[in-house]
């Protein structure tokens, strides 16, 4: 199969056919094999990948996003992220009022509406890694020193013992 007819694709993806066009129309997603281009009888086709965006789009417009929001996200996301070959590897977090994008190394997480403003991201796990390896690097320093203390102390009482 070449491509999804916009009934297809309504089908496929829980989107109306309404929502299709006017998506189109405003620009939020165009189906990427075939337009209409404003021409009446012609079908508008879209790809696999059309798909599993127009699916990630009605997610976040029916958790409260609003369009205008998705579309900037959209667009930084088409810009930046390379989202036509690793869609599958974006992921997306919202919190009703932004749209973040986590990076594929975990390590950061971007505000997709304010053109990738690295956003504040606490990975607890890796605090509370680094966390255990200093205490585990004082424990064994403190021993360290404990010990060489007990030595010095054993010379001292030596000497003294001696001298």
Same mark, same amino acid.
């Given at each position: ?13 829980g989107?109306?056919?309404h ?30 990948? $059309?798909?599993? *965006? ?5 997610? &976040?417009?029916?958790? /409260?996003? =609003?369009?205008?929001r #998705?579309? %900037? ?8 992220? $390379?989202?036509? *070959? ?5 992921? &997306?977090?919202?919190? /009703?009022? =932004?749209?973040?994008? #986590?990076? %594929? ?8 509406l ?38 010095v ?11």
């Open positions: 199969m070449e491509g999804f007819t916009a009934q297809q694709t309504s089908t496929l993806t989107c109306t056919p929502q299709l066009r006017y998506w189109d129309k405003v620009g939020l997603l165009k189906p990427s094999l075939q337009r209409t281009g404003g021409r009446p009888g012609k079908r508008r086709l879209y790809s696999f990948r $059309d798909l599993v *965006a127009l699916r990630v789009i009605k997610s &976040l417009l029916d958790n /409260g996003m =609003s369009v205008q #998705v579309r %900037r996200a959209w667009d930084y996301l088409r810009r930046t992220a $390379d989202i036509d *070959a690793h869609l599958a590897d974006v992921r &997306l977090v919202t919190d /009703g009022q =932004s749209i973040f994008v #986590v990076a %594929r190394d975990d390590d950061e997480l971007l505000d997709a304010r053109q990738g403003q690295l956003a504040f991201f606490v990975a607890i796990n890796e605090i509370a890694k680094t966390v255990e390896e200093d205490v585990t690097r004082f424990e064994l320093d403190r021993e360290r020193f404990l010990e060489l203390l007990r030595r102390e054993e010379d001292i009482e030596e000497e003294a013992a001696t001298g």
